[in-house]
């Protein structure tokens, strides 16, 4: 199985001069610095809890027998935009979408395949999913926006990039608004 992004997400979870009031900065002079800061929070943190935040559209490939259920390794999916069984040689043959049920109440959703297709030796099935809590910063829940922020601050006053959960201190503090939204993989 393998997730790539194909279009991503229009804005950030958490604008710049949500950040800049954060911190209480005034200044334009780090702006290009905090931008990078925010969507680099943003993909560590989807990375964390297996889950993206703004939409954005990703083509999952899977292979061998999927069966009747296909556990998703992307959470939200609020449509399958498109799908597709993907032979060796490169061809497309495409599916029709409507045969497949989304099941997002499920953590990981799954797609339901009705018919259990099977695919032969070297096919894949090719899914475009769009996932994400929504197209606006409004849409994500207040406590991922708070532990972006809280990343944001941490990295912008040691100007570095580390890996949040290497701060024992800031990890700490994260476990409380980012636990309840991790993706469980059994």
Same mark, same amino acid.
Do not use: W
């Given at each position: 199985m393998t997730a790539n992004l194909l279009s991503p997400p229009m804005v950030e979870p958490v604008s710049l001069a949500d950040i800049k009031a954060f911190l209480k900065l005034d200044?334009?002079?780090?702006? &290009?610095?905090?931008?990078?800061? @925010?969507?680099?929070?943003?993909v560590h943190l989807e990375h964390l809890t297996g889950r993206q935040f703004i939409t954005q559209t990703w083509r999952v490939l899977l292979d061998g &027998?999927? =069966?009747?259920?296909?556990?998703?390794?992307? %959470?939200?999916?609020?449509?399958?935009v498109s799908a597709a069984i993907l032979?060796?040689?490169? &061809?497309?043959?495409?599916?029709? !979408?409507?045969?497949?049920?989304?099941?997002?109440?499920?953590?990981?959703?799954? @797609?339901?395949?009705? *018919? =259990?297709?099977?695919? !032969?030796?070297?096919?894949?099935? %090719?899914?475009?999913?769009? !996932? *994400?809590? *929504?197209?606006? &910063?409004?849409?994500?829940?207040?406590?991922?926006?708070?532990?972006l922020k809280m990343i944001v601050a941490e990295w912008y006053e040691r100007r570095l990039i580390a890996?949040?959960?290497?701060?024992? !201190?800031?990890?700490?503090?994260? %476990?409380?608004?980012?636990n309840p939204y991790k993706t469980i993989r059994l």
């Open positions: 200044s334009d002079a780090e702006d &290009d610095l905090l931008r990078a800061f @925010i969507s680099s929070a943003r &027998d999927l =069966g009747r259920r296909i556990s998703l390794p992307i %959470q939200p999916v609020s449509n399958i032979s060796e040689d490169g &061809d497309l043959l495409s599916l029709a !979408t409507e045969s497949f049920a989304l099941y997002q109440s499920h953590n990981p959703a799954l @797609i339901v395949n009705p *018919g =259990g297709m099977l695919l !032969t030796a070297g096919q894949r099935l %090719q899914l475009d999913l769009e !996932t *994400g809590y *929504g197209p606006s &910063d409004e849409d994500v829940p207040m406590p991922l926006k708070q532990a890996d949040p959960t290497q701060l024992p !201190t800031l990890a700490k503090a994260l %476990q409380p608004l980012v």
